[in-house]
């Protein structure tokens, strides 16, 4: 789980298993991009898609069990802003038969529920669950760094 | 039933878990994280910016003193919620280590004016505004501040 040689910089978080610590999640992550100039429309960006991440972590890929842990590797080079997302894995990630339907959600024939993958990919430029061969899951999103207002400061 | 149902069941401490680069300027991260956690804990807005100026301190000290300023190496910070308050524990990977004479200055105003270098501030500041200290070595070596804050009912 560590940043590659060529990242020129990263920070790590670790966090309960515990709904609420997503919170604390983004306003951290939110904190390293605003330090690295990101523009703030895409640092908010960022924190729903964060939140998002962080809530599928705690409630399918851990189950809610509160001694796991949500482990977040943020990894920053001069083109992208790269942020992934770890469970201890108790169910593998399956991905579902058919995309959300938002028309059926705002007539109320859908859950209101599962909208978290769709938005993250709306919101972010790239994003995926990563293969492991390890246990637990690894969701990545990524952001491109061409509006960011410096370099890596 | 879920474990945390469970009234046998004990919880872990909730420990977050920081790691920042060794840079000046990402101590803000630092200061952010553990306000949004003090926040949703209840502290009170004046204890909190208490807070944020010695964390700040602390993990300023860790990168220009501990780390000598070596980006690969990184700050650990670990938050720890309790329901009497929150304990701060700042380590670095040790290039430098304190001495134990060190981690109880008083210095003087007058004597700091005379001085082109305005500092030596960092430990008296964090000394008077958290409620317990206590400088150690951490696991790793390297020089570790434990600090404690409490929650007042």
Redesign the interface.
């Known amino acids: 789980m560590t940043a590659s040689p060529a990242t020129t910089m990263s920070m790590e978080l670790t966090l309960p298993n515990q709904l609420g610590y997503e919170l604390i999640a983004r306003d951290a992550i939110a904190a390293f991009a605003r330090r690295l100039g990101m523009p703030m429309d895409r640092v908010d960006d960022m924190k729903t898609a964060l939140c998002e991440a962080c809530i599928n972590a705690i409630e399918h890929g851990n189950l809610l069990n509160p001694d796991l842990r949500v482990h977040i590797l943020c990894h920053v080079d001069a083109e992208r802003f790269v942020i992934e997302v770890y469970d201890q894995g108790l169910r593998r990630f399956v991905p579902p038969s058919s995309l959300p339907n938002i028309a059926d959600k705002l007539n109320g024939t859908g859950s209101l529920r599962g909208m978290g993958l769709l938005l993250i990919s709306q919101l972010s430029d790239e994003s995926g669950f990563v293969p492991r061969d390890e246990a637990g899951n690894c969701f990545r999103f990524a952001f491109q760094r061409s509006g960011a207002a410096h370099g890596c400061r | 039933m ?3 149902d469970d009234p046998a069941y004990q ?2 401490d ?8 060794s ?1 000046l ?2 101590e ?2 630092a ?3 553990a ?3 003090a926040r ?1 804990m209840g502290f009170h807005p004046d204890r909190i910016e208490s807070l944020k100026t010695a964390i700040s301190e602390a993990v300023t000290n860790a990168i220009e003193h501990g780390n000598q300023h070596d980006e690969a190496m990184k700050v650990v910070v670990l938050l720890t919620a309790r329901d009497d308050g929150l304990v701060i524990s700042v380590a670095d990977q040790g290039q430098k280590i304190l001495p134990q004479e060190h981690t109880t200055p008083s210095p003087q105003i007058a004597d700091v004016m005379e001085r082109s270098d305005k500092g030596g501030w960092g430990i008296w500041l964090i000394r008077e505004l958290m409620d317990e200290v206590e400088f150690t070595t951490a696991p790793s070596g390297g020089n570790q501040v434990r600090m404690v804050i409490h929650l007042e009912p």
């Open positions: 879920a474990i945390s919880p872990l909730k420990v977050i878990e920081l790691r920042l680069p840079k300027g990402y803000r991260v200061m952010d994280t306000s949004s956690l949703r």
